[in-house]
């Protein structure tokens, strides 16, 4: 089905395909070509990141910080169970278990103040999830880090250009994670980076990322001969990809401001229905800037969702929701890592809807689905229509 208002749409929004013509041009469009040196280089001036190497997802960054981490069989790793596959597969793909924690019901990130308990002797690392591009609380988390000798692994997938107590998400655990996916802020279709804050991990990083060789340290005139040095993948995106992102990039800022206005709207037309209960409203502390990448809603239960889901579908409008938990998967189960007693996690993952959110996104499309929203709600020009609000 064609959605008139889809969920997400990608754009174009300054140099994009004249840098692409470029990377195609320079005869260099495999990995590591200048574009994508470009790339690095901007996020590491724009973030104060001591060194950002692009990946070719977000997911590829994960899988090589639990390598640069010594992940491996017996040992653990916490994570929220409310956040995408990625983040536990990198934990269970070098035979480790994930340990779910639950999250605080204001952002959905996993609660600082439960994660200890989980601790034990395995504990090897956390990865604190910045779910909606709001930072979790990393000064906690860093502490509880330091006192059990941890690596903390930043997923900010949907973090980039996002800040916890005026540190960019991303740079402050020991790596940190990017996505530039194409429902991501800034994207390249497929894209990520990893960000390594630990300058000990530099090296390494370097050649898991180019398929386990000393090829960066070659191409720098630093050893003579490149070859197999470790293990290691393919991690290193095509330099037409790099182009792309960079084009996006150099438009953080327009873009940002197109996503905070679009979220206000939505925000200020919907906040009637939240007075009165009808919804919950995205909530950001104050001491985070967000960098406004989701809108969503907290219905009463799955059974509205669903019902409003198909009344936004019937009149054009893809809304979706997720996560759906990792620790209630089948895959979950099979690895023994189901604990039952996540609440938040269980009530918020059944409550949640996201809204259309894009940079393309008109301000008369907003108009349109919030009307959708108070249609359903019953809701008059003044306020609820009798029993709307269970009255
Ligand atoms: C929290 C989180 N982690 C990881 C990922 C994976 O990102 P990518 O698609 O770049 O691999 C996503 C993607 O949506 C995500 O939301």
């Known amino acids: 089905m064609k959605f008139e208002i889809p969920f997400n749409k990608p754009s174009i929004v300054g140099s994009e395909l004249i840098y692409v013509g470029q990377a195609v041009a320079n005869g260099h469009s495999s990995g590591d070509g200048p574009f ?14 001591k060194r950002v190497m692009l990946t070719t997802s977000c997911t590829a960054s994960l899988e090589m910080a639990a390598m640069l981490c010594d992940l491996g069989p017996g040992d653990e790793a916490i994570l929220p169970s409310y956040t995408f596959v990625s983040t536990a597969n990198a934990v269970v793909l070098r035979g480790a278990k ?20 989980a601790v034990t002797p395995r504990t090897r690392a956390i990865f604190p999830v910045h779910y909606a591009g709001v930072g979790c609380e990393m000064d906690a988390i860093m502490a509880i880090a330091e006192r059990h000798n941890l690596m903390v692994i930043e997923d900010a997938a949907q973090g980039v250009f996002a800040k916890y107590k005026d540190r960019w998400l991303g740079t402050i655990g020991h790596l940190g994670c990017y996505s530039f996916h194409e429902t991501k802020n800034f994207s390249c279709g497929e894209g990520g ?7 000990r991990l530099e090296k390494r990083a370097e050649v898991l990322r180019q398929k386990g060789t000393n090829r960066s340290q070659f191409l720098r005139g630093q050893t003579d001969k490149y070859t197999w040095v470790d293990i290691g993948s393919s991690y290193a995106p095509s330099d037409m990809l790099a182009a792309f992102l960079l084009g996006q990039l150099e438009n953080m800022e327009k873009i940002t401001a197109r996503r905070m206005a679009l979220y206000e709207l939505y925000a200020s037309q919907l906040s009637p229905l939240a007075e ?14 967000t960098n406004h990448h989701m809108f969503y809603i907290l219905v009463a239960d799955i059974g509205v969702r669903s019902a409003l889901i198909e009344h936004l579908r019937q009149a054009g409008i893809l809304a979706v929701f997720h ?7 089948p895959f979950a189960a099979s690895l023994g890592a189901a604990p039952t ?25 907003v108009a349109e689905i919030t009307h959708c929203i108070k249609a359903f709600y019953d809701w008059r ?9 269970g009255s």
């Open 98 to 117: 994930p340990v779910f924690v639950d999250v605080r019901p204001d952002t959905l990130n996993i609660d600082e103040r439960l994660i200890e308990a």
């Open 276 to 289: 009165h209960g009808l919804i919950g409203l995205p909530s950001v502390p104050s001491h985070c800037a």
């Open 323 to 329: 996560y759906v938990p990792l620790h209630s998967s």
């Open 381 to 389: 020009n003044s306020g609820p229509a009798s029993g709307a609000d």
């Open 193 to 199: 980076a990893l960000v390594v804050n630990d300058p």
């Open 36 to 49: 994508t040196r470009r790339v690095e280089v901007f996020l590491e001036s724009s973030f104060g990141a």
């Open 341 to 365: 007693n996540l609440p938040v996690t269980d009530e918020m993952s059944a409550r949640l809807l996201r809204l259309p959110m894009f940079f393309d996104l008109r301000d008369r499309e």
